[in-house]
């Protein structure tokens, strides 16, 4: 079976500092992956995807960055941090040989990111 | 383009009544639709989906979900709900690059 680990669970950083939340995905191979964010406990913004390793997509221009070294982890970064960069951060992968076509996602767990 | 609607914010039921979230969708082609949860500080949840075939598509926990496809909709029902329920509820379709159009979701209390 496939899991979805993210981490830290949660994370205090001060404005100005870097950021690395890291998502890694066990049980399957080449998945597509997606990084989103979340605010206030409502609306989920995809902030990125990727197809494979090195293959970046960015949904929406701001202070983040997300890097795919190997198959199974992406990373979300930022050199800076901005306030509003607080939210609750979610990775989520699909893979057509598991789906079908129908791609539906499956979600890791979170990390609860408070940039103060 | 793809978009679904959840046109409620929140939904308020009693323990052991019957609930529903409502979804309405728009999309070209063959329309393929998800539904999550999402229990607080927790990631999304995969529910169930609809492809193709019977209206009616049957989830986890007991969740079912009614796809119409004259009033464009694909409400998710339960028959008698559990205070367990209460959560954040989202449905989703996906677009043509494979990435999924979320609904704004709608928050289930259910009573005691």
């Known amino acids: 079976s496939q899991t979805i680990h993210q981490w830290p669970a949660t994370l205090v950083q001060p404005v100005g500092s870097p950021l690395s939340l890291e998502c890694t995905v066990e049980?399957?191979?080449?998945?597509?992956l997606y990084w989103y964010r979340q605010a206030a406990g409502r609306g989920l913004q995809l902030l990125f995807y990727?197809?494979?390793?090195?293959?970046i997509s960015s949904e929406v221009p701001q202070n983040l960055s997300a890097s795919r070294p190997q198959d199974r982890q992406f990373i979300l970064s930022s050199k800076k941090l901005l306030l509003s960069d607080s939210g609750f951060y979610l990775c989520?992968?699909?893979?057509?040989?598991?789906?079908?076509?129908?791609?539906?996602?499956?979600f890791g767990p979170g990390t609860r990111l408070t940039v103060t | 383009a793809q978009s679904v609607a959840q046109p409620e914010d929140q939904v308020n039921v009693a323990e052991g009544n019957p609930l529903t979230v409502k979804c309405t969708y728009s999309v070209s082609g063959n329309p393929y639709l998800f539904w999550y949860v999402q229990y607080p500080n927790r990631g999304l949840q995969f529910l169930l989906k609809?492809?193709?075939?019977?209206?009616l598509v049957k989830g986890s926990y007991g969740f079912e979900a009614e796809f119409n496809k004259s009033q464009t909709s694909f409400h998710l029902k339960k028959p008698s709900a559990l205070v367990s329920d209460s959560a954040l509820y989202f449905c989703?379709?996906?677009?043509?690059?494979?990435?999924?159009?979320f609904g704004s979701g709608t928050r289930l209390l259910v009573r005691p």
């Open positions: 609809y492809i193709t075939g019977d209206n």
């Open positions: 990727s197809v494979g390793i090195g293959q």
């Open positions: 049980g399957t191979s080449n998945p597509n």
């Open positions: 989520a992968w699909t893979n057509q040989r598991l789906t079908g076509v129908t791609y539906e996602q499956y």
């Open positions: 989703a379709v996906p677009d043509s690059s494979y990435k999924l159009i």
